[in-house]
């Protein structure tokens, strides 16, 4: 194995996690409110949809990741970094492919929005499987 994968380290910590749900969470409400009173007029009614549910998607998976850092702060044997990684993603790919094809329309987003939703299905299955795996964690 190639020494820069083994050096490499992908775990988070919770205070990382804080920061990224920070971000995301301000985004999400800027996005809400930009949707619902500066975007109205200059945006078809679909467009602000799609806008609203990235915002709520976005604001969900924020939740999310503030829950696993506390869990994480309270117990650091529980390993979660793929969980927040996932949803990291899944907001980057999903909510961000909705907001941008909101306002381009620019059709190749539309294959990238599936992908965001896998994300976010991978980090609650990796989220379930780290509660089977992990015994000592009770």
């Known amino acids: 194995m190639a020494s820069w994968y083994c050096s490499w380290n992908m775990s988070l910590n919770s205070s990382t996690i804080l920061v990224i749900a920070g971000i995301s969470g301000f985004i999400a409400v800027l996005m809400g409110a930009a949707a619902a009173?500066?975007?109205?007029?200059?945006?078809?009614?679909?467009?602000?949809?799609?806008?609203?549910?990235?915002?709520?998607?976005?604001?969900?998976?924020?939740?999310?990741?503030?829950?696993?850092?506390?869990?994480?702060?309270?117990?650091?044997?529980?390993?979660?970094?793929?969980?927040?990684?996932?949803?990291?993603?899944?907001?980057?790919?999903?909510?961000?492919?909705?907001?941008?094809?909101?306002f381009t329309h620019f059709r190749p987003l539309v294959y990238v929005t599936p992908l965001g939703g896998l994300s976010f299905m991978a980090g609650w299955l990796a989220l379930a499987i780290q509660g089977v795996r992990c015994k000592d964690c009770r």
């Open 37 to 102: 009173h500066w975007l109205s007029a200059s945006l078809a009614p679909e467009d602000l949809n799609r806008i609203e549910k990235a915002a709520t998607y976005q604001m969900y998976h924020t939740l999310a990741l503030l829950a696993l850092a506390a869990i994480m702060t309270w117990n650091d044997k529980i390993k979660l970094s793929a969980s927040c990684w996932l949803f990291t993603l899944g907001v980057i790919l999903f909510c961000g492919s909705l907001y941008a094809y909101s």
